[in-house]
């Protein structure tokens, strides 16, 4: 059983930093995709990151390149998203998801993943 554990949400100012964990257990991720995506109220779910576990290829949505990384930990079986200068309009819950195949590529489609984390709030005050 894969299970995803979101961390490091939190209430910062426009402008600021957080940094998001994503804690995976239950199997070897190493041929995974892992990504992030947020929500918020009102809207639909929305893809922010991606990266092959192998590879370390990543993908961003337009919105973040630039300001958002994602990376990975494999002694830690960790996933980051490291997000600078954020603002408003990023409040939101953000989500880790897995996809197992490593080879999907439709990867801003929360049905190309198979497993996803409960979620952690990002408040970002103006």
């Known amino acids: 059983q894969v299970q995803l554990v979101e961390s490091g949400g939190g209430l910062v100012q426009a402008g600021g930093s957080l940094r998001l964990s994503c804690a995976a257990s239950?199997?070897?991720?190493?041929?995974?995709?892992m990504g992030w995506f947020r929500q918020a109220p009102g809207k639909e779910r929305e893809f922010v990151a991606a990266i092959r576990w192998s590879s370390g290829i990543t993908y961003y949505a337009d919105s973040v390149k630039g300001r958002f990384t994602i990376s990975r930990d494999n002694a830690k079986n960790t996933v980051y998203l490291q997000m600078n200068s954020l603002k408003p309009e990023e409040t939101a819950v953000y989500y880790c998801?897995?996809?197992?195949?490593?080879?999907?590529?439709?990867?801003?489609?929360?049905?190309?993943?198979?497993?996803w984390g409960q979620g952690t709030q990002v408040t970002v005050s103006s």
């Open positions: 998801a897995a996809e197992v195949d490593g080879s999907r590529r439709n990867l801003s489609k929360t049905y190309e993943y198979d497993y």
């Open positions: 239950g199997r070897t991720f190493s041929g995974y995709t």
